[in-house]
């Protein structure tokens, strides 16, 4: 059901999450979640964050308030933040929850079903971050 096909642009490689994906693309017309290094490991610093977003089905972290991560390890201080609704890039509303990470001018936000992938596929997203850090 979940799985992730690695890609490149311009040198720079990327993830991209696929989802049953004629369902996806045919049925309820949802992008598809792409990322990069630092938004991969944005993603593994949330994880826990990620985790209990699917475990509650949606319902936790608390609405609308900013989470500050550190990682020590992977020197990384991110925020994330859940929302009861989000829009789509042609203004219709959705309401399911919806987790956005960010560090500064970067971020990816998704619904509950592309966390669940996330959590899946997790170990893939950490050998991609193994493979092309610097």
């Known amino acids: ?9 311009g040198g720079n490689p990327y ?6 994906a004629e369902k996806i693309d045919k049925v309820n017309k949802v992008k598809r979640l ?13 994880i826990d964050q990620i985790k209990l977003f699917c ?16 990682n ?4 990384i201080i991110c925020y994330c933040k859940k929302y009861n ?3 789509m890039p042609y203004g219709k509303e959705i309401y399911k ?5 960010w560090i500064g001018n970067t971020n990816i936000g998704f619904g509950l079903e592309k966390a669940k992938g996330i959590l899946f596929l997790r170990n893939q997203i950490e050998d991609f971050i193994a493979e092309y850090s610097q």
């Open 1 to 9: 059901m979940y799985s992730f096909e690695e890609n490149s642009v």
């Open 15 to 20: 993830l991209e999450l696929i989802i049953d």
């Open 34 to 46: 792409q990322f990069g290094i630092k938004k991969a490991k944005m993603i593994m610093n949330s």
């Open 55 to 70: 475990d509650t089905n949606g319902d936790q972290p608390t609405p609308n308030s900013k989470i500050c991560i550190r």
């Open 72 to 75: 020590k390890e992977n020197d």
């Open 85 to 87: 609704s989000f829009k």
């Open 97 to 101: 929850p919806y987790l956005k990470l």
